[in-house]
Nanobody
Framework: VQLVESGGGLVQPGGSLRLSCAAS????????MNWYRQAPEKQRELVAS???????NYADSVKGRFFISRDNDKNTVYLQMNSLKPEDTAVYYC???????WGQGTQVTVSS
């Protein structure tokens, strides 16, 4: 199983980024997918989840700003991040629900 994140980078406060996580080696459509993040010296936290039927859940800190989606034809899950804040700075990881399959992470830095 391989999960490859992309789309991170440096963005100014108030800006937007879209993260992608491309999965291979699994039957993607039957699994829920998750985005986590880990800031320096903080615990990894769940940011957003999407079920196999596209039900979604979000951490309170990102509700209304972040949106998770999936494209089963492309075996890819996305995280659209809007109105970014400096406190969103972290390494973002995708994970397959109910497994220990993690991506390698992509850095998001929100700074002026």
């Amino acid at each position: 199983v391989q999960l490859v994140e992309s789309g991170g980078g440096l963005v100014q406060p108030g800006g937007s980024l879209r993260l992608s996580c491309a999965a291979s080696g699994i039957t993607f459509s039957i699994y829920g997918m998750n985005w986590y993040r880990q800031a320096p010296e903080k615990q990894r936290e769940l940011v957003a989840s999407i079920g196999s039927r596209s039900s979604t859940n979000y951490a309170d800190s990102v509700k209304g700003r972040f949106f998770i989606s999936r494209d089963n034809d492309k075996n890819t899950v996305y995280l659209q991040m809007n109105s970014l804040k400096p406190e969103d700075t972290a390494v973002y990881y995708c994970k397959v629900t109910g497994t220990t399959y993690w991506g390698q992470g992509t850095q998001v830095t929100v700074s002026s």
